[in-house]
């Protein structure tokens, strides 16, 4: 495919240069001063932002609370005048103020008075939000009890979070959770954080720290007729610190400790946890600006320790199972049915040589897997994380503003994907040059990552297997060794023996076969992980991916030029650039794999009944090259009575398959994972003597209970897969019925708000799974010679073959068309002003999934039906002293994914902390802790241990009141 970066570069230069031009005009220079105090106790007040309206020249208070703003524009225009916890000023000026202007402003205790921009691409009170929508101020998150402000997203309404990694969290809101969510947006400064090779969002790695979020605003629910593809269950907007608005040095240090009371196979005691950042901002005469934010941080990640089996269908009635494939534990995935042994001429000959022939028939058809290793052994723990995040501004005038942003991150830590993948040493990096005003703005920006040492966990431990000895020779021996014990317990030849004799035939054959095998801890063993941890895929377990993504956006308001309508309209263009060099896609050397979207989109709005009922629609299109095109509207409205405001929408989204949907090519140990584009069917035959992955596996249970392979008994639960089983992939659609209450009561003291959702997708995109034989598998023979090419290959589908380029599983992405998926759900949320400064909030989230896939298909709606969060402080208990304690809690649910499938237990959480304000160095002290009752638990199937993490905090701030 051709390459277009080049010519997406030509046009950015371009649109850039033409802007630019029509941002030019001047006006006189009026300079304004003044002095900002609070109104109640007279201090003066240090950072407050001063604004023109609807411009972008401003400046902030000095140390001294004094201002002075040159603004080049004619009478009159308004002061803007804003701080966090403070009631903004609107002031006008018709002229030249005469002398000095002072200004008293006001403590913010009333709630709902919150602006937020994300639910409609404008600026808007969040109470007359045509969607539900959450909000964390920099107060918020500066007294959140959590161990990071990102973690602390849990306890928004309508949040869904799991956990890979100590500092891998992932977002979803409405069902359909993942460990990489692909149906969720999240955005930083307006760029897309998604890794291009994954396609969604990478939590935190990359963000900006602590000390440099302004705000966040979550939405949950659809939004693509706004935001375009992959909006589909949410948004999150992360929004940074201007660097003209937020001036001064901030530093931040946290001295933390997890892994208390470790259980078996993790770490005996206590490990220390650090994390620190660095800002500094500066503007000079309030035109140029720049900011530098840097953090790093370290920790011993949480352990991946559950030993649950999932094969334990073919355990049949001995007393353990000889097949295990346990979650944490990576090698045992490599298996095969003993029973086939029998029919292999070098066994035959080996056995009769050592007078075992008559044993052949007495192999059992038992699934038997390799001895595997402890994901403790394979995956790097050394949880860190360092980040960049820098910005240079220039104020071209009063309209317009120029900015070049960097967003860099590196580390390492694990994510749960198909399988274990131990992240290591990655980097991933965005580079964004914006061209900004009141009324628009034009952006472009590219994300870059690099895998760095990243490998497979799981795929390193068979290496290390295969390594020492390789498959056939290690079968080999067990069937030998089983065999010679029975023997030895003096089972006559060709019968099977009691389950107590071939439960000790299969430990002896283990102890046999696994004599000299290389084991962790020695030289050996760490020779061989590193050996294969520096080979690429598929000869190693490493990545080599360096795939990159580019985007060009802008949209305008015309709400100065049109009064009778507010119209806005925008547009964007993507291109994927996959270079994963074989790794993970085809894209081997010749055949390079790029992928281009573009997308448009116009909205509407009117106020009308007297300014009562705000009606807003929207519209947008989108097309991926290699999908038809996809429209989405949404019509939404916000009727207000005083301070009750009722709000509906319907809207649609549609999410694109995913990079990794349209052009995976990766042998995953227990199934090739590939593309659902037509190419790579066609590549691998997947249809030709398959079966659904489903009915094999019902084939395995019945076999694995005594009946033989061969018995039409077991045959007939075979089901042929067919291409009408696997429609081609295309995108899916949701429609999303809202309807929301929010309201002030009680003097603005009571903040009530709720939000019912109704969901209904079509051409859901899901995945489904093959197995292929060798040759033809009758389900129901009809005569003697199918029932005998029947003994030959319906035998093999019992074992995954996993060797690269020999497999006979293939797991491919496709849509559920059967009929609908149906899921609905609500939230409810309460926040309470108390006397003396104590807030009291709540929320409680019901989601369900009313009808989903049929079986086969991947079912992994994977939230909990009810979850709830409560959350009690007080910022300023005395002048210095504040605290605050959140509450989680949430059902049990079903988790269901390409790596595991099980249930998800009930837990509850409770953060705590306590802050205390140092005014003489400018600095807060916080002691706190995550989980302070050590509760353990996990919260995706697969996923890791998670307990408690208890910290001591500094942060210095140079504008600190």
Do not use: C
Not at 249 to 270: I, T, V
Not at 597 to 620: I, P
Not at 753 to 760: L, Q
Not at 883 to 904: K, T
């Amino acid at each position: 495919m051709m390459k277009s970066t080049p010519n997406i570069k030509r046009v950015v230069l371009t649109l850039f240069f033409l802007v630019s031009i029509g941002t030019l005009p001047v006006f006189a220079q009026t300079i304004v001063s003044g002095l900002v105090t609070d109104a109640d106790t007279k201090e003066t007040l240090v950072g407050v932002n001063i604004l023109v309206k609807g411009k972008v020249i401003g400046t902030i208070t000095d140390l001294d609370g004094n201002f002075s703003l040159n603004v080049n524009q004619p009478f009159p225009f308004i002061l803007v005048f804003s701080m966090v916890g403070y009631q903004t000023i609107e002031l006008k000026l018709d002229s030249a103020p005469s002398e000095v202007l002072d200004i008293k402003m006001e403590e913010q205790f009333m709630l709902g008075q919150e602006v937020v921009v994300s639910a409609s691409r404008v600026e808007e009170n969040i109470l007359q939000s045509p969607v539900s929508i959450e909000k964390m101020d920099i107060l918020a998150i500066r007294d959140t009890p959590s161990d990071s402000y990102y973690k602390s997203i849990a306890n928004l309404k309508g949040v869904d979070v799991t956990s890979s990694s100590i500092n891998f969290q992932i977002i979803n809101a409405r069902g359909f959770n993942s460990t990489g969510n692909t149906r969720f947006v999240q955005l930083t400064d307006g760029m897309d954080t998604q890794a291009p090779a994954l396609n969604f969002p990478i939590g935190n790695l990359n963000g900006p720290s602590e000390l440099d979020v302004e705000s966040l605003e979550f939405i949950p629910g659809a939004a693509s007729a706004l935001y375009g593809p992959n909006a589909f269950n949410g948004i999150l907007l992360v929004n940074s610190k201007n660097a003209f608005e937020y001036q001064g040095l901030s530093a931040f240090y946290k001295q933390g400790f997890n892994h208390f009371n470790g259980r078996e196979g993790e770490p005996s005691s206590p490990k220390p946890m650090y994390e620190g950042s660095i800002r500094y901002a500066k503007a000079f005469n309030d035109k140029f600006a720049f900011k530098v934010n840097a953090s790093f941080m370290k920790a011993t990640d949480w352990y991946g320790t559950d030993q649950t089996d999932l094969n334990v269908a073919t355990q049949g009635d001995l007393p353990f199972n000889p097949g295990a494939n346990r979650i944490h534990v990576f090698g045992d995935e490599v298996s095969n049915n003993i029973g086939l042994l029998k029919n292999v001429g070098a066994i035959q000959q080996q056995a009769n040589a050592l007078g075992l022939g008559g044993y052949l028939n007495s192999l059992p058809d038992q699934l038997v897997s390799r001895t595997g290793y402890d994901e403790r052994f394979l995956v790097d723990y050394g949880a860190k994380n360092f980040k960049v995040n820098t910005g240079l501004y220039w104020r071209l005038n009063d309209r317009a503003e120029l900015s070049y942003s960097l967003n860099y991150g590196a580390g390492t830590s694990v994510y749960t994907g198909a399988q274990r993948y131990s992240l290591r040493n990655f980097e991933i990096s965005q580079h964004k040059l914006e061209l900004r005003g009141s009324n628009f703005f034009l952006r472009a920006y590219t994300t870059r990552e690099n895998s760095g040492e990243s490998y497979i966990a799981d795929l390193t431990g068979v290496n290390i297997n295969s390594m020492w000895k390789d498959n056939s020779s290690w079968f080999g021996g067990y069937g030998i060794a089983y065999m010679g014990a029975l023997a030895q317990q003096g089972v006559a030849p060709g019968q099977p023996g009691t389950s107590q004799q071939q439960a000790t035939a299969h430990q002896a054959a283990r102890d046999f076969a696994d004599t000299g095998r290389i084991m962790p801890g020695t030289p050996e063993f760490e020779n061989a992980s590193q050996e294969v941890r520096s080979n690429f895929i598929p000869q190693g377990s490493l990545f080599n991916d360096q795939s990159s993504m580019y985007m060009l956006e802008g949209q305008y308001d015309f709400s100065n030029e049109i009064e009778v309508i507010d119209l806005q309209v925008g547009g964007s263009y993507r291109v994927y650039d996959l270079n994963s060099n074989g790794t993970i896609f085809a894209d081997v050397e010749g055949n390079d794999i790029t992928i281009s979207e573009f997308g448009a989109y116009a909205q509407a709005g009117k106020r009308v009944l007297n300014d009562k009922l705000k009606l807003m629609a929207s519209l947008r299109y989108d097309k991926n090259e290699n999908f038809d095109g996809q429209f989405s509207p949404r019509v939404s409205g916000v009727f207000t009575e005083k301070n009750h405001n009722f709000r509906f929408a319907y809207q649609t989204g549609f999410r694109m398959p995913t990079t990794q949907g349209q052009h995976i090519d990766l042998n995953v140990v227990s199934a090739r994972l590939i593309g659902g584009l037509p190419y790579y069917r066609e590549k691998y035959d997947i249809f030709n003597n398959a079966f659904t992955l489903a009915s094999v596996e019902s084939y395995v249970e019945k076999v694995g209970s005594g009946v033989s392979p061969v018995s039409p008994e077991a045959t007939s639960l075979l089901v042929p897969a067919t291409e009408s089983d696997f429609p081609e992939l295309r995108p899916e659609q949701v429609q999303s019925f809202e309807v929301g209450y929010k309201s002030l009561l009680n003097n603005n003291n009571i903040m009530i708000d709720f939000a019912y959702y109704y969901n209904v997708y079509n051409d859901f995109i899901t995945q489904n799974a093959v197995r292929k034989a060798p040759g033809p598998v009758y389900p129901i023979p009809a005569n003697g010679d199918q029932l005998a090419i029947n003994a030959v290959n319906a035998p093999s589908l019992l074992t995954p073959v996993t060797t690269p380029g020999q497999e006979n599983t293939f797991q491919t992405y496709t849509n559920f068309t059967g009929s609908e998926v149906k899921a609905h759900g609500m939230a409810l949320g309460m926040t309470f002003n108390l006397p003396s400064n104590f807030t009291l909030s709540g929320n409680y989230n019901f989601n369900k999934l009313l009808t989903g896939p049929t079986e086969g298909f991947l079912n992994d709606f994977n939230t909990p039906e009810h979850k709830g969060n409560i959350t009690f402080g007080n910022r300023r208990i005395t002048k210095n002293l504040g605290f605050n304690v959140a509450m989680r809690s949430q059902s049990a649910f079903r988790w269901e994914s390409s790596f595991a499938r099980g249930e998800v237990p009930a837990v509850t959480t409770v953060d705590a902390q306590v802050s205390y304000k140092v005014s003489s160095m400018k600095s807060i002290f916080k002691l706190g802790g995550s989980n302070i009752t050590n509760n353990r638990y996990f919260l995706n199937f697969g996923g890791p241990t998670i307990g408690a993490i208890y910290y001591l905090s500094i942060t210095f701030d140079e504008l600190l009141r």
